[in-house]
């Protein structure tokens, strides 16, 4: 592939930042020096573009020292890697971590999402617009940050070659125009404690989440050593007999998906675990990581033990920093102590919600734009680089361990008949006691929000911006996955936002109508024109105050209508739920 | 006696139902190969029969009995028992939804009268969404082969795949952005002469909408001079090299203005090379010049 490059060369720093991954270049071919012996013989070919997968890691090293990806960066991380520019610049534009304009080294973001929302991140967002100027320079507006439990949350970083990140809870105006002035940072968001433990949460606290030992001293990789004794097929069979449905949002049996893999002919085998949690609400990935980080790993190795896997990736959202140190140092410790038998490579995200979806993530680990994939064919047979790809969900291999010490038979003694085992909700907005709550499934919403302490209930948002409404009638629903279906609702990702009376839900509905306008991929047209037509159409409904709204109504119906029927993936699928069941049940527009 | 060819494994057919008529097609036919033997006339706008389908349109959609979504029929392949309906309600539904939403936001103007015929059948309104936000934009001419005009761009992905690995493997073009903001570009948005570019002019064949159009077109549409009812198309093989592409000349006034290949064409499929797309000028050469 001739590569043409006309942008001009990378500064001395932005090639040590690409060096700092890839080594120094070995010759002109691949951006180096020219050499006498570059004239006569060409370098490249397959093995220099089978590292296209680096592409995303090189432009997080560029972010991270320059705090922007130039031209000439871009140009010469494609010629280390073999990328042709036009492709590259598809896939740095498509990523809402990297900038292409020089904003300087500070980057404050400020979460306006749902929860944070009811917390009052609209005035913080207000007051730095009045004085520090509209986002877009040093500050951002962020989808959900993934820290709702300390809401209103921001994420602070600042590039160079030591680049700093911060995440930060219950943030003041004050504290953000401070961070913005050039001041210190506050410290990092408090990690309050899981409110409601179960069995799968019951370490957290118990030992210190750096340190391997500590981990063997609670029961560590006794579930593993576990597997092995019993062997990959009755791993296999415990699973399928838990019943154990999967904990990212889509609910597959996860024991028939591990089945496919073990069986796939085709090789290497991959594990993906995605750790990409960002469905607004959610947070209970980002706990599970940072608290019990070991888990998280021992599940990999027990379903890479059980499925034939070869190897291993976690994918994280950047927006958890703690998480992924945390992760990095679990695989690094359980390695070096001879506990795993397999490599796995943590790979960080790059601030797009659409590459939790298992197939857009694949093509993110793979270097390129988080399109989703069509299915047929699964990634159970072709998946990451092409082959059999077993992709689970934080939480869905954390409950492997208890799954395989105590046997389905005792995993499916709590729960209802057709949703096993407990499942960890995170609970925010409205309530007394924001946080992680484990609960069996089947408690009653009411129950929870108990728990939590919610009072003059407006409404919950179930499942994320992918959910929807529940109205104060219908909390008496039981949580489990046939519960919430039976009311035309969805435990999703297990998010629960409380709205109490004085909440303002056109603007959480146009937030939301925001949200996935924003992080539609872009690819299919149901979604890419459909979500930008949404959010129009709801401002417009919403500006005209009781205005003849019903021909507006009526596109909106049809607009959801083709999202759920012709787009590619579940985020133009369910697109317009939350909106739909917002007009619809909570009657939003009639108020 | 000869050594024996291998001639690969014999497919076999597989029989589905499709608005309740049984069909059998080889195996590895899409859903639309089977709707085209039929005769059932399915909307495309992201397929092409030399490019790899991409489903992304999703205009070709049908309703599969199984299926929670319907599926593109361009790309799903075709498995023994499927029952697939083509023009149910919900299918109805999805195309015109499409085509609607595609009309709102692109200038569809120059579209074939196929698209218009399917706009017609399932009573696309597009104007039905009111002020919204459309793709306008002017158009970029930076050469004097070809010039793009986005503003009619429905982002079919057909130009991207055809600069790279389906056809010229050039990549100087391809999508960037998200969302409604999706878009197709050269790195940073650089002009053709500084990109990767080579001018083949690939991409121009396989546009669906106008977007991508030869300079000639364009200066003449915009000089009111562009009439195809007075335009004859002769065929002839490519003067320049030996590999022997097959070339339709478009003339209007004794003048060449647009050059292409027939996709079914067995040397090109549809695919040429700068100098058979665009090095017609020394015909046109005329004494005493």
């Not at chain 1, 570059?38 to 093995?47: E, F, I, L, M």
């Not at chain 1, 998280?296 to 059980?306: H, N, P």
């Not at chain 2, 015929?117 to 070809?146: H, S």
Request: hydrophobic share 40%; with cysteine; charged share 25%.
């Amino acid at each position: 592939m001739d590569i043409r490059t006309t942008g001009g060369p990378a500064t001395a720093e932005e090639m040590a930042a690409v060096d700092s991954l890839l080594g120094p270049a070995d010759s002109l071919w691949s951006g180096g020096e020219r050499r006498p012996a570059d004239d006569h013989v060409a370098y490249g070919g397959r093995s220099r573009r089978s590292q296209r997968h680096l592409l995303l890691p090189v432009l997080h090293a560029i972010q991270d020292r320059i705090g922007w990806v130039s031209r000439g960066a871009l140009e010469y991380a494609c010629r280390r890697l073999s990328i042709p520019p036009a492709e590259a610049f598809g896939v740095v534009s498509f990523y809402a971590r990297f900038a292409l304009h020089d904003r300087g080294p500070l980057a404050l973001h400020v979460c306006d999402d749902v929860a944070c929302k009811c917390a009052g991140a609209d005035e913080i967002c207000a007051r730095l617009e009045s004085t520090v100027g509209p986002a877009g320079g040093a500050w951002h507006r962020s989808a959900c940050l993934g820290l709702c439990d300390v809401a209103p949350a921001a994420l602070v970083e600042r590039s160079g070659a030591a680049h700093e990140e911060r995440q930060l809870g219950s943030i003041t105006f004050e504290e953000a125009d401070g961070i913005l002035r050039g001041g210190a940072w506050p410290r990092e968001a408090a990690r309050p404690m899981p409110r409601q433990r179960g069995r799968m949460l019951r370490r957290i606290g118990e030992y210190d989440p750096d340190s391997l030992d500590g981990y063997l001293s609670v029961g560590g990789f006794e579930a593993l050593a576990r597997a092995r004794d019993v062997g990959a097929e009755a791993v296999i069979r415990e699973v399928t007999d838990a019943r154990l449905l999967g904990r990212g949002g889509a609910a597959f049996p996860t024991g028939r998906k591990w089945e496919s893999v073990a069986k796939a002919v085709a090789r290497p085998h991959y594990l993906v675990c995605n750790a990409d949690e960002s469905e607004p609400g959610t947070f209970k990935d980002r706990v599970l990581m940072e608290s019990d980080p070991f888990a998280v790993v021992e599940g990999m190795a027990i379903a890479a033990f059980a499925t034939g896997c070869d190897k291993g990736f976690v994918y994280i959202r950047t927006e958890y920093p703690l998480a992924r140190k945390r992760i990095e140092n679990a695989i690094a410790q359980t390695s070096a102590r001879g506990l795993l038998d397999i490599d796995i490579e943590v790979r960080r995200g790059a601030g797009v919600y659409i590459c939790g979806e298992e197939t857009a993530l694949f093509n993110s680990i793979e270097g390129k734009r988080g399109e989703p994939r069509n299915k047929p064919p699964f990634p159970v047979e072709v998946g990451l680089f092409g082959k059999p790809t077993l992709p689970n969900n934080v939480e869905t291999l954390v409950n492997m361990l208890d799954i395989v010490v105590g046997g389905g038979a005792a995993f499916v003694s709590i729960g209802t008949k057709d949703s096993s085992g407990t499942r960890q909700f995170c609970v925010s907005g409205d309530v007394e006691r924001p946080g992680l709550y484990e609960v069996a499934m089947g408690t009653p919403l009411r129950a929870l929000l108990d728990m939590a302490g919610s009072h003059k209930l407006q409404a919950v948002l179930l499942g994320g911006a992918a959910g929807s409404f529940l109205t104060p009638e219908q909390v008496d629903v039981p949580l489990s996955f046939e519960g919430t279906r039976a009311i035309g609702a969805t435990l999703g990702s297990g998010a629960v936002i409380v709205f109490g009376e004085t909440a303002d839900m056109k603007q959480v509905l146009l937030r939301i109508a925001r949200f996935f306008r924003d992080e539609s991929c872009g690819q299919c047209v149901p979604c890419r024109v459909g979500t930008k037509r949404q959010e129009e159409i709801l401002e417009r409904m919403l500006a005209s105050h009781g205005g003849d709204s019903r021909a507006d109504v009526m596109l909106l119906s049809d607009i959801a209508q083709a999202m759920r029927d012709a787009s590619i993936c579940g985020l133009g699928q369910t697109a317009a739920s939350a909106i739909a069941s917002g007009l619809t049940q909570l009657k939003v527009l009639n108020g | 006696m000869a050594d024996a060819v291998f001639v690969g494994m014999p497919k076999r057919m597989v029989g589905l139902s499709i608005d309740g008529r049984d069909v059998e097609v080889v195996e590895g036919s899409t859903i639309l190969d089977a709707c085209r033997r039929m005769a059932i006339d399915t909307p495309t706008l992201c397929q092409l029969d030399n490019l790899t389908p991409i489903n992304v349109c999703r205009v070709c959609v049908v309703e599969l009995e199984g299926s929670r979504v319907l599926v593109p029929a361009c790309s799903r392949k075709v498995e023994a028992g499927m029952k697939v309906r083509t023009d149910s309600k919900r299918v109805r539904h999805s195309r015109r939804l499409v085509l609607e939403l595609l009309g709102s936001s692109v200038d569809m103007s120059l579209c074939s009268p196929e698209v218009r015929g399917w706009m017609a059948r399932y009573g696309a309104e597009p104007d039905r969404f009111g002020a919204v936000a459309t793709v306008a934009q002017p158009v970029k001419v930076d050469n004097d082969l070809y010039v793009r005009d986005y503003s009619r761009c429905i982002l079919c992905y057909k130009c991207v795949e055809a600069c790279g690995v389906d056809a010229q493997n050039t990549f100087a073009i391809g999508v960037a952005g998200r969302g409604f903001d999706a878009h197709i570009s050269t790195e940073f948005d650089v002009g053709l002469p500084d990109s990767a570019c080579v001018y083949c002019g690939n991409c121009i064949g396989v546009c669906p909408t106008g977007a991508l159009m030869f300079k000639s077109e364009h200066d003449m549409r915009a000089a009111g001079t562009w009439d195809e009812s007075a335009q004859n198309v002769t065929e002839t093989v490519c003067p320049y090299c030996g590999v022997g592409c097959m070339l339709e000349l478009h003339v209007q006034d004794n003048t060449i203005v647009k050059v292409t290949s027939p996709l079914d064409h067995s040397v090109t499929a549809g695919h040429l090379c700068v100098k058979g797309r665009f090095g017609f000028e020394f015909v046109q050469r005329r004494r005493g010049e």
